[in-house]
């Protein structure tokens, strides 16, 4: 009986091995077909997308509807920082970086040309705002929109046509 129970644990030690391996055969088996998976999807994502933009390029020279991106530009400024209208919560600062967009070429030259007017109209329009009045995002997107209508009004023309927010922190 003795015998017996020393065969039985050395056949119990030999299997164990032979699971342990099957396991990570599994495992790396498992491993390769999900990478080779994820690869042949994302080639195929990739080839879409790069086939979709060249349409896209395709359907708007055909209609001709927009302008040319190439003629459109984007004019950065530097950032601004300014204190905010004090409403009894204390010192509040902002510090906003933004990019105009202009229309053309000349749109471009224009906003060099008035750049330290439109500095001064920047600097007064974001002084006299409060933190409650910019702290939402129906807030942000009314000083976008008073921004350009006082950036063209001070040009004297629609030059630029759009103003985007690249940081825009209050402490």
Not at 19 to 33: D, E, N, Q, T, Y
Not at 56 to 64: D, F, R
Not at 75 to 89: A, H, K, Q, R, Y
């Amino acid at each position: 009986m003795a015998e017996e129970s020393v065969a039985n644990e050395e056949a119990k030690t030999e299997k164990a091995p032979k699971k342990s391996m099957l396991k990570w055969v599994i495992i790396a088996c498992s491993v390769l077909v999900v990478g080779i998976a994820g690869f042949f999807g994302w080639s195929m994502f990739m080839k879409k997308g790069a086939s979709g933009d060249s349409h896209k390029a395709e359907v708007s020279e055909t209609h001709g509807e927009k302008k040319s991106e190439e003629s459109r530009g984007i004019f950065p400024l530097e950032s601004f920082i300014v204190n905010l209208m004090d409403t009894g919560t204390g010192k509040k600062y902002l510090k906003v970086t933004m990019e105009l967009e202009v229309m053309d070429e000349i749109g471009k030259k224009k906003v060099e040309a008035y750049k330290t007017q439109l500095k001064d109209t920047i600097l007064m329009l974001l002084s006299s705002r409060s933190y409650e009045e910019i702290n939402t995002v129906e807030g942000k997107l009314d000083l976008k929109q008073a921004l350009l209508a006082r950036i063209n009004q001070t040009m004297g023309e629609n030059a630029v046509s759009k103003i985007y927010f690249t940081e825009f922190v209050v402490q």
